[in-house]
Nanobody, 124 residues
Framework: QVQLVESGGGLVQAGGSLRLSCAAS????????MGWFRQAPGKEREFVAR????????YYADSVKGRFTISRDNAKNTVYLEMNSLKAEDTGVYYC?????????????????WGQGTQVTVSS
């Protein structure tokens, strides 16, 4: 069983930056692909970014490409999401998730473990 705890959320002005962290415990971190998702009020949870087990392969939603960077430190059991040039539409609760399947997790239901989320609010 993997436990995930996000941190780093907060209130920031449009154009600003935040760095989210997700600390994992209870499992072999390097055996999981990791992803970040977000959910705005009244909307479904949506994919933001994912990273392979080694950290060598990343993938982003079009809406954040070029502004967000996902990375991981397997020695620290932590995955990060660096968010720059933030926009009001980036507001939401951000969740990290871990996927234990063999291939890159292409769907939200392929993620096995979820954190409790951290709120990001971007003021315009």
């Amino acid at each position: 069983q993997v436990q995930l705890v996000e941190s780093g959320g907060g209130l920031v002005q449009a154009g600003g930056s935040l760095r989210l962290s997700c600390a994992a415990s209870g499992g072999t971190f390097s055996s999981y692909a990791m992803g970040w998702f977000r959910q705005a009020p009244g909307k479904e949870r949506e994919f933001v970014a994912r990273i392979s087990r080694s950290g060598g392969v990343t993938y982003y939603a079009d809406s954040v490409k070029g502004r967000f960077t996902i990375s991981r430190d397997n020695a620290k059991n932590t995955v990060y999401l660096e968010m720059n040039s933030l926009k009001a539409e980036d507001t939401g609760v951000y969740y990290c998730a871990a996927a234990s399947g063999r291939g890159p997790p292409a769907r939200i239901d392929e993620y096995d473990y979820w954190g409790q989320g951290t709120q990001v609010t971007v003021s315009s």
